[in-house]
């Protein structure tokens, strides 16, 4: 070992410190549900959390799915930021497939 | 839900949808993306919006059909942080560059606040303890958005990291407590994109003790106290709670006083009033910590006081019932909403005031007969509109509120009676809700900050814990 590597290795600092993260308890995953097999005769749900603009957003959505999907219907909620249970319970109950908007 | 679904997100918020998706185990829910430039600047009419819809239209009703990939279906990883080392070893030729690689090293880890830390070695730590006569793996509850479990010792570990003293980490425990209380809603102030914040009021006699500043500049820089539990609440928050800005944490505009949030004590030597936590139902001897939500950027009231103009007791008391009246006038509206979130009036309509008085106006007040439960009634009373000036549109709003619960069963009656020709109708659901405390100096000002009653995502925007287990103080123990 050179001078010039001894004198750094006196010199050399050590820290240990430690991990200020709090632990996160494993949460069970679930995978996406199976996908249909097309839009036709199905009736659409189309969920805002009602920040401004989504009205619009689905006006023009619902209007190209029936141009496009003559047979689909859509049932159109507004809801809470995040959806209330009886709101999914509800929309779960009328829908077959469902678009989750939000603008943020 | 048990149905084929697509979560539509702005892209700048991708991040954020990808995090909260596997914060609740669903790390593979489709996601489409339109563009937030577009979104926000088209949103406002059927017309501007259509060509962004009709170029994600085809997105997102072939993410209902197209069958699942794969690693779809894969369960995608668990949510663990367990792989995270209990403890970081840095090594460098000087303190001066081992300190630099440990900033940097957390700070790339998103385990800083930007600002200088102090290293949280071993030996820090058990030092901070002892200010706590609470065992170090004492879980205290969890902190969103990602449910991190706040135990004592990782709040021990942020505090060092603040550069806080052994003796304010029992009032940090007790914000700590607040924050993760089953029905307060930290993860609107963390979370949000509205830049909403908090605000830690100490009182009771351990502010004194530890060294807290009550007087001219209390909200500013330059005490430890103040400042370090502010800081060491900022990081346990980031730390604990997993938030990081643009990525989970979506405040548009940071939160302002982002490194210590608004961190204050009760001005106790000058009150001439009991110390707020007793309106709240704790002792007078105690020392309690009161953490409120508050709005972000410019909701903050002004009444003036101080050496701004000349004042008047009842000159301010005159500006604090007109600036409440007008200012929470404009939401009366909003309060025939089911809400945002889960209960009823939630993140909108009725709200509340913590007001900041000074000690020479609280001693007026003291003077003209007003305790604070007399000031909060005085006030209440003179916040009334008169039933005949209000609009259609509020009085419908008003008899919602009542239907909705967003006016609690035991105002009900005082509303419907308000509700009726020659009836005068309060803008805040009760008196209760002005809360009064007492700090700064001589001169000083009187303001208020406000919030929602209800926050969007839980109960409650207001706690207050008592301080316990402080072993270098003779208060809090």
């Known amino acids: 070992m050179n001078s010039k590597a001894a004198s750094a290795k006196s010199d050399e600092v050590t820290l240990n410190v430690l991990n200020p993260r709090g632990k996160i308890e494993a949460v069970p995953a679930t995978s996406p549900n199976p996908r249909l097999d097309n839009l036709d005769g199905k009736t659409i749900g189309l969920y805002s959390n009602s920040k401004p603009g989504m009205d619009n957003f689905y006006t023009v959505f619902e209007e190209l799915l029936k141009k496009k999907y003559p047979t689909a219907k859509v049932v159109s909620m507004q809801g809470a930021f995040l959806i209330r249970d009886e709101d999914a319970q509800s929309l779960a109950r009328q829908a077959d497939a469902f678009v989750y908007g939000v603008g943020d | ?477």
């Not at chain 2, 949103?43 to 259509?50: A, F, Q, Y």
């Not at chain 2, 003077?367 to 509109?385: A, C, P, T, V």
């Not at chain 2, 208020?448 to 072993?471: C, D, E, F, Q």
């Open chain 2, 1 to 477: 839900m048990g149905l084929p679904g697509v979560f539509m997100v702005c892209n700048t918020f991708a991040d954020d949808a990808k995090s909260a998706a596997a914060d609740n185990g669903m790390p593979t829910v489709r996601r489409r993306e339109i563009s937030s430039a577009d979104f926000y600047k088209l949103r406002g009419d059927v017309k501007t919006i259509s060509p962004l819809v009709e170029g994600v239209f085809d997105a997102l009703t072939k993410a209902l059909t197209d069958p699942l990939a794969p690693e779809e279906l894969e369960k995608g990883e668990q949510i663990v942080s367990d792989d995270l080392p209990a403890e970081v070893t840095v090594t460098a030729d000087s303190y001066r560059l081992a300190l630099e690689d440990f900033n940097q090293m957390y700070l790339d880890r998103r385990w800083g606040d930007g600002l200088p830390l102090i290293p949280p070695t071993p030996d820090a730590v058990k030092w901070m303890l002892s200010g706590t006569s609470r065992r170090r793996d004492e879980v205290i509850g969890t902190i969103n958005p990602k449910h991190g479990i706040a135990t004592i010792e990782k709040i021990a570990v942020n505090a060092v990291m603040a550069g806080a003293k052994p003796e304010y980490l029992p009032v940090i425990i007790a914000a700590v407590e607040c924050l993760t209380d089953d029905s307060f809603d930290d993860l609107h102030i963390l979370a949000s994109a509205g830049s909403f914040n908090l605000l830690t009021v100490v009182s009771g006699p351990i502010a004194e003790e530890i060294g807290m500043e009550a007087g001219i500049g209390f909200m500013g820089h330059g005490w430890r106290a103040n400042n370090t539990i502010g800081r060491a609440i900022r990081l346990a928050t980031l730390n604990i709670g997993h938030t990081w800005p643009a990525i989970n944490d979506m405040a548009l505009t940071g939160r302002i006083s982002p490194h210590t949030f608004f961190t204050i004590c009760e001005n106790a030597e000058f009150s001439p009033w009991q110390p707020y936590h007793a309106s709240r139902g704790f002792n007078k001897g105690d020392s309690c910590v009161t953490v409120a939500s508050i709005h972000g950027e410019s909701q903050l009231n002004h009444f003036y006081g101080g050496m701004i103009g000349t004042w008047t007791a009842p000159g301010v008391l005159d500006r604090m019932v007109e600036d409440i009246q007008r200012n929470d006038r404009r939401s009366l509206f909003l309060w025939g909403s089911k809400g945002v979130g889960k209960y009823p009036g939630s993140g909108e309509g009725p709200r509340n005031h913590m007001i900041i008085v000074f000690p020479e106006l609280a001693v007026e007040f003291k003077k003209m007969g007003f305790d604070q439960q007399k000031l909060q009634n005085e006030i209440y009373k003179r916040i009334s509109n008169p039933y005949e000036d209000l609009n259609p549109a509020e009085r419908k709003a008003m008899q919602k509120a009542i239907e909705l619960g967003v006016i609690p069963a035991g105002r009900k009656e005082i509303f419907q009676l308000a509700l009726k020709a020659g009836g005068k109708v309060p803008v805040l659901v009760s008196p209760d809700d002005l809360h009064v405390f007492v700090a700064g100096g001589a001169p000083g000002c009187a303001f208020s900050l406000n919030y929602y009653r209800v926050p969007p995502y839980n109960k409650t925007a207001l706690m207050t814990k008592k301080i316990t287990g402080a072993v270098l103080t003779r208060a809090g123990q």
